[in-house]
């Protein structure tokens, strides 16, 4: 509900009048301890080095993308060291007047804690950045909270100190009742398998498999086995798109942070590119292998 106390009455009255201050004094004042535990405090980000050395834990600094991009660009690692001691948030630059999105995913690899976007804004290739952001925070049951990394965390603490080189292959058997977009129900689609890893530095990347023409596109069969070489896994999403050549962009996607990944065998369910939303048994099989340079 709305407290009626912030709302006018029939009769207006008078700035200054005795009934305008007794409703002032009578206004509920917020706790000082309370207060000091669940606000962010905004404040002016003059540069990294200055939010290192001035910066409390409960000031945040807003940057429109444009601003954060050159930040990414001129030193990321300064960029994430500021990111340890205060909060940052991104939002889109005013110029998207059609409320497309960035991706967000450079913004997490630099410790940014709130990288908003566009959220009425979730169809198709521009709806991509938003069904990245479902698919990074499905992780943690969708409670609205990750836990960085450790080298995004701790003072002092590179992230080039936990590089861990890892190896993952994947290997796309089959697809099941994959939808035909805008063909007609006579017609078969040409499926492709794009997987794409969005990451730090070289660790972005794409693959493709063949298109399967030897079946009705309904339940195509590819048997192919991709590998990506990974330096920072806990970073990295991977997105697994099918397309129908020459037609549709892109007619169901899954996507999962790596380090969420399970090996072995898996059916891994689709999603609607228009939507987000999980297409009705529509499954592809595939078989993850992760391995480290510790194992």
Not at 19 to 45: P, T
Not at 77 to 99: M, T
Not at 186 to 196: A, W
Not at 277 to 284: A, G, Q, S
């Amino acid at each position: 509900g709305i407290n009626a106390e912030y709302m006018g009455s029939d009769e207006e009255k008078e700035p200054g009048s005795p009934s305008n201050k007794e409703d002032h004094n009578n206004k509920q004042k917020v706790s000082a301890e309370l207060s000091s535990i669940v606000y962010l405090k905004g404040v002016r980000w003059k540069s990294s080095s200055d939010r290192i050395e001035t910066g409390t834990m409960f000031e945040m600094s807003s940057h429109s993308e444009g601003k954060a991009e050159k930040m990414l660009l001129d030193d990321p690692d300064l960029f994430a060291e500021a990111n340890k001691v205060v909060f940052s948030r991104i939002y889109p630059k005013g110029k998207r007047i059609q409320s497309s999105n960035y991706l967000p995913y450079s913004f997490w690899t630099a410790g940014c804690q709130v990288v908003a976007l566009n959220y009425q804004t979730n169809e198709g290739n521009q709806g991509y950045a938003m069904r990245m952001n479902e698919a990074k925070f499905r992780q943690n049951n969708k409670c609205g909270y990750i836990l960085k990394p450790l080298s995004l965390r701790v003072r002092g603490m590179n992230i080039s100190d936990q590089i861990s080189p890892t190896s993952l292959m994947i290997t796309v058997y089959r697809g099941w009742n994959l939808p035909k977009g805008h063909r007609k129900h006579s017609e078969h689609i040409r499926p492709r398998v794009d997987l794409f890893i969005h990451g730090k530095g070289d660790d972005t990347s794409m693959r493709s498999s063949t298109i399967e023409e030897n079946s009705n596109g309904f339940n195509p069969t590819w048997k192919e086995t991709f590998s990506f070489e990974l330096e920072y896994p806990s970073l990295a999403l991977l997105t697994i798109r099918v397309l129908d050549v020459g037609r549709e962009p892109c007619v169901a996607e899954a996507t999962a942070p790596v380090e969420s990944i399970q090996q072995g065998y898996r059916v891994v369910p689709l999603y609607d590119p228009q939507c987000d939303m999980p297409l009705n048994d529509t499954y592809l099989l595939c078989l993850f292998k992760i391995t480290t340079s510790r194992d």
